[in-house]
């Protein structure tokens, strides 16, 4: 999942013309490693939920901050 994750965010960084340096589990998804914003991380889970069908936010919010969090979320959703 943690390459899923990598994969979608490369994309769209790209899609932004933004660039950055490598996507590690431990990267911070907000106010921190990555150059996106909230819309950008809506955009990212509602891509995730699409290509896998899973939904980790069904029963609410749970939090995470970086990109091993957001994967385990989705892994544990399965």
């Known amino acids: 999942m943690i390459e899923r994750v990598v994969a979608e965010l490369q994309r769209i960084l790209a899609d932004k013309g933004e660039t950055h340096g490598p996507i590690t589990a431990g990267s911070l998804l907000?106010?921190?490693?990555?150059p996106i914003d909230s819309l950008d991380l809506a955009t990212l889970v509602v891509?995730?939920?699409?290509?896998?069908?899973r939904e980790p936010f069904r029963?609410?919010?749970?939090?995470?901050?970086?990109?091993g969090e957001l994967a385990t979320l989705f892994d544990e959703a399965a």
Do not use: W
């Open 30 to 34: 907000l106010d921190g490693d990555l």
């Open 47 to 53: 891509a995730l939920e699409e290509q896998t069908g």
């Open 59 to 67: 029963a609410g919010f749970r939090m995470f901050t970086t990109v």
